[in-house]
């Protein structure tokens, strides 16, 4: 159903993560603009899943 699988959106991860969805979206903006200052083109109020499991879980691969 969704558009780009390979984004998650704030209730995505609020799920993941067990945390409210304001939380989610703290997260999102730090790593958006952690992803900016890298030089990547970022979508507003979701992030990619590669990077949010690098981040979080210190993986690059998703359900291997």
């Known amino acids: 159903s969704d558009v780009c699988s390979s ?3 704030a209730k995505d991860i609020s799920e993941i993560l067990g945390v409210s969805e304001s939380k989610s979206y703290q997260y999102i903006r730090q790593m958006n603009s952690e992803l900016e200052e890298k030089g990547f083109l ?3 109020g979701r992030v990619p899943v ?3 499991q690098e981040r979080f879980f210190g993986t690059k691969t998703v359900g291997e």
């Open 50 to 52: 590669a990077y949010f």
């Open 7 to 9: 984004d998650l959106t």
């Open 42 to 44: 970022i979508a507003r």
